[in-house]
């Protein structure tokens, strides 16, 4: 196989897209990487944390677009994913969510492969650079896993098809998928070992720590409903790090202009809430988009989160003609914070029969949330209505973060929580009902044309 044709088989390697010197692998003319200053520079790289699941933030419920907006888009990706049509890509269309964790995940196995060979430095950084490829190649599978493939199932995973797995940097493979459950142990496997790998602190938010392995070691066990693990490693990770923005700091810059922009909120890089700090490979996606009348029934205008990220006026300040508030342009955060973990502890706590420690953690996050004449402390009477004032609030926080998505999926397999969506476009009506096929994502034909290995998923 030629590299030209690999480029769009299976991984498209972050080698073959030369983003720096240190991200050609071998080529003619070019400075190859040879000592550990170089792989550290290499594991460095802002391309590495890039989650790669924009587009999945129009197929969920917090999303809208009326029939104007839709119409310029109805033969695209987004119209398509708003819709959840059965095919999303043409034949000759890329991937992103696909070919970026794969890029990614090349590079980090070229890292693990040739750090191998080098001697053990006094400072450890060969164990640090290993400890950042490990907790990084996770976080791609994680994504990865969560888009193309089942809800993790612990009865089911064994057999549910999952994504393909490479260990190395063979630009011959053409890999098979393997099971959820393959991919998961995996993951787990590279978290648990970059804990012991990683220092406590890292130099820049480019880099991963310990406390960041905690918090994606918390996340994946949420996602594969071990409660116990996933509070376990909450904890670990809030015991290190708790902050938390105050949202009444906050205030528009013109008042009467809210796109003008908001003082006091940082940059998403500077955040002072991130734990581990991720980018969106496609961070404009929802702008000037809607707010769904069912996430604006659950969030309410008084809450500072819908009061600082949407507004019923346009740029300039009139009041808009569309029928639900305006998303403030804003960039996307995909990073693990400390709110999520809050919420994770307090979700595996009400799981647990602790409502007053669940409800304690929501208490804390939403005085944070609300200006004092607007806030109200939270009771639960037993633990399941812990939960669901859980579940709500993980709603309300962790809007365009990359996970609502993945929550639907996870949430549908309890019967409690299972939700259809509806979109009307036309005068038609697009469903989506728990556990449909299409909570999965295909695979591009690309793909499957270069590599027939590799299985569609149904849809």
Not at 45 to 67: F, I, K, R, V
Not at 212 to 240: C, I, P, Q
Not at 295 to 307: I, Q, T, W
């Amino acid at each position: 196989m030629n590299i030209k044709k690999y480029i769009l088989a299976l991984f498209i390697p972050a080698a073959l897209c030369s983003c720096d010197k240190y991200l050609d692998v071998k080529p003619k003319g070019k400075l190859i990487p040879k000592t550990l200053q170089d792989f550290d520079e290499m594991g460095g790289h802002p391309t590495l944390l890039s989650a790669g699941n924009a587009y999945a933030e129009q197929m969920t419920d917090d999303y809208y677009m009326t029939d104007d907006r839709l119409v310029s888009t109805i033969t695209s990706r987004t119209g398509k994913s708003y819709l959840w049509m059965k095919d999303l890509l043409r034949q000759e269309d890329d991937d992103s969510e696909w070919n970026g964790p794969y890029k990614n995940i090349y590079t980090l196995n070229l890292i693990l492969q040739e750090i191998e060979k080098l001697p053990e430095d006094a400072q450890g950084d060969r164990k640090r650079i290993r400890g950042e490829a490990l907790l990084n190649r996770a976080f791609a599978y994680w994504t990865l896993v969560n888009l193309y493939a089942k809800d993790y199932n612990a009865a089911t995973a064994a057999t549910d098809e999952g994504v393909p797995l490479s260990l190395a940097t063979d630009l011959e493979a053409a890999l098979p998928r393997s099971s959820v459950a393959a991919v998961y142990d995996l993951i787990l496997k590279d978290v648990t070992a970059a804990i012991t790998l990683l220092p406590s602190t890292s130099k820049n938010v480019y880099r991963v720590n310990k406390i960041g392995a905690y918090a994606l070691a918390a996340r994946v066990h949420l996602s594969m409903k071990n409660y116990k693990d996933a509070y376990k490693n909450a904890s670990l990770a809030l015991a290190e790090k708790s902050n938390l923005l105050d949202f009444n700091t906050y205030s528009f810059k013109v008042p009467a202009k809210p796109f003008s922009g908001i003082n006091n909120r940082p940059l998403n890089i500077d955040n002072p809430e991130n734990v581990l700090y991720r980018t969106s490979n496609f961070s404009t996606i929802v702008n000037n988009s809607l707010i769904n009348p069912d996430l604006l029934a659950v969030l309410g205008e008084k809450d500072l989160r819908y009061v600082f990220s949407y507004t019923r006026l346009d740029r300039l300040g009139a009041p808009s003609p569309e029928p639900f508030p305006l998303f403030l342009n804003q960039e996307m955060n995909y990073s693990i914070g400390v709110p999520e973990l809050m919420l994770i502890k307090a979700e595996c706590a009400a799981r647990d029969g602790n409502k007053e420690e669940a409800v304690q953690l929501l208490n804390t996050l939403r005085k944070k949330r609300f200006r004092p004449a607007d806030y109200e402390d939270l009771t639960a009477a037993t633990p399941e209505v812990a939960l669901t004032l859980t579940i709500a609030e993980r709603r309300r926080e962790l809007v365009f973060k990359g996970l609502r998505w993945f929550d639907l999926k996870r949430l549908n397999q309890e019967d409690r929580f299972k939700k259809t969506l509806q979109r009307i476009y036309k005068g038609e009506t697009y469903t989506l009902e728990p556990g449909s096929p299409r909570y999965v994502l295909p695979i591009a034909p690309k793909i499957l044309l270069l590599n027939p290995n590799i299985t569609q998923n149904p849809r």
